[in-house]
């Protein structure tokens, strides 16, 4: 077995391989980290030295990169990043801090959310832009790969250290039916429930809603006359129609202020979730992703 002595070793070494590896181009690594070419070479020959294996081998395709330098980019990402917050200490200022935070979340999220915590941001990090997707089934996967800073929305999460989350509130359901409906002159029981036509807000894959799901185990079944993918419409179409829609209190109670809706309990018992805020584990310690973090969480306490 090949030993490193490790006393030996020049560091600055790994910040040439960690570009070597991924550009995989001897001209374009060392221009991204200022080295000539024959600097970097030379580099590139001290490496094969220590770790006694060629890294990048000459192909049709360009330079290719052996197993053993593949099987050495992950934890040499780890070792890289250690030692920058090791050396330079992340500080940070909300006055001057720069920069774009990435957040996923529904419209239900942006509607319900967004107008609170982004108040706050314009008055302590005034120059700091939020971009706003939307929460999709791969959310873990965009935080995962940095594309997210942050999610806002209702997520069962895997056994897995990787991901971390906070409960920011529980949400449960109502109905919401134009203010001068029929159903609101009478007893809203589950008869007259499943007697209207109703809408639904599609915002998950599952091929049934829980709502559904609930009147089924009941033994009743609804007609669903319209389905929409997003919230924000349904207000305006209910408030025309003889419709019922059945949607979280937070985003109802807001429809009801700004439409000619009332809101109704539903007939039947469709239980709470918690609606959370979830990140990846990489940036739990970062000082701007705290800051983030307790500045939605305060907000929204008093949703």
Known sequence: MHEIN??????????V??????????????????????????????????????????????MVPTPRALELLEPLEKILLNI?????????????????????????????????????????????????????????????????????????????????????????????????HPITQTDFTIESYIAWSHALITITNSPTSHVDTVLSGLGVKRRVMLKLPHFLSAPLIVQETDLILTLPRRIAMLFAKYTNLAILEPPIELGKYNYIQVWHERCHYDPQHIWLRSLIASQTERL
Do not use: M
């Open 6 to 15: 490790l006393q030996k070793l020049d560091l600055n070494l790994l910040v």
């Open 17 to 62: 391989l960690h570009a070597l590896l991924e550009e995989r181009n001897v001209t374009n690594a060392g221009e991204r980290i200022g080295l000539s070419q024959s600097a970097t070479s030379h580099a590139l020959g001290r490496l094969r030295q220590v770790f006694n294996d060629p890294l990048l081998v000459r192909s049709t395709k360009g």
């Open 84 to 180: 920058e917050r090791l050396i330079q200490p992340t500080v940070f200022e909300p006055k001057t801090a720069q920069g774009t935070i990435y957040l996923a979340a529904s419209d239900y999220g942006t509607v319900v959310i967004l107008p609170l915590v982004l108040k706050q941001i314009s008055q302590e990090a005034p120059q700091l832009n939020l971009e706003c997707d939307n929460w999709r089934s791969d959310i873990l996967d965009s935080l995962r790969n940095g594309a997210s800073d942050l999610g806002l929305g209702v997520l069962n999460l895997p056994e897995t250290n990787e991901f971390r989350f906070q409960k920011l509130f529980v949400e449960d359901f109502v109905s919401v039916v134009r203010a001068d």
